[in-house]
């Protein structure tokens, strides 16, 4: 009997808490149940402004300074901005002269042997690798005098043959040696306006300027 008590007594207990019971107003409240979602905040990287006056040039974190020819010092950006993870839209200011001789300030000046994965993308989408490791590219930022600015390749050789050294494209269908970039007189011609400089293999496009 002491038993069947105790039955009794759970059963209705937990009759109790599980059924809606009448409040004083005579409504029966409805247990329900809200679903609740999170929003993971997103962030997004600032934009690049746009400076005409200024060369903009994707530089890779992985860019090796080369300690060769230590009179041409590598400029500090005047701005920088995010754009990829790895690496930032820099904004430079442009040399006085698109003579080689006389831009004593480039954007970065690389070693083959320091950095054999340099893959260098222009701005046209076609990017190249280093003939060999003994290519040292220097990138020198310039404004022609209708304001037209671009990065220019100069390529330089720590040995080797200049006549089959230089840029190859990733495709293999454009070879750029040393010895095409010298003209008659003795100057030095740009190859290409680069985009983005790594010394880890080719960066994506998208991050080659502030408009991408």
Do not use: W
């Not at 905040?41 to 860019?63: E, K, W, Y």
């Not at 989408?125 to 003994?134: A, I, P």
Request: proline fraction near 11%; glycine fraction near 6%; include cysteine.
């Amino acid at each position: 009997m002491q038993i069947f008590l105790v039955l009794l007594f759970m059963i209705m207990t937990f009759a109790t808490c599980c059924i809606p019971v009448k409040s004083p107003d005579g409504s029966i409240p409805v247990e329900t149940t809200v679903a609740t979602t999170t929003t993971m905040p997103t962030t997004t990287p600032d934009a690049c402004p746009d400076r005409p006056d200024l060369i903009h040039v994707f530089l890779s974190n992985n860019v090796i300074q080369s300690t060769i020819r230590p009179e041409l010092i590598p400029q500090t950006p005047i701005q920088s901005c995010p754009s990829c993870p790895n690496g930032a839209v820099n904004f430079y200011t442009p040399e006085p002269s698109p003579n080689f001789y006389e831009s004593m300030h480039p954007v970065a000046k690389i070693s083959g042997s320091d950095c054999p994965n340099t893959c260098i993308c222009a701005t046209d989408g076609m990017c190249y690798m280093l003939t060999s490791s003994y290519v040292l590219p220097y990138f020198l930022p310039y404004c022609s005098p209708d304001n037209v600015c671009g990065t220019y390749v100069v390529l330089g050789l720590s040995g080797g043959d200049s006549n089959t050294e230089g840029l190859k494209s990733v495709t293999g269908s454009t070879l750029v040696t040393v010895a095409e970039q010298t003209d008659a007189a003795g100057g030095v011609k740009p190859v290409t306006d680069p985009a983005t400089i790594s010394c880890d293999g080719c960066v994506p496009s998208r991050c080659q300027t502030p408009d991408d």
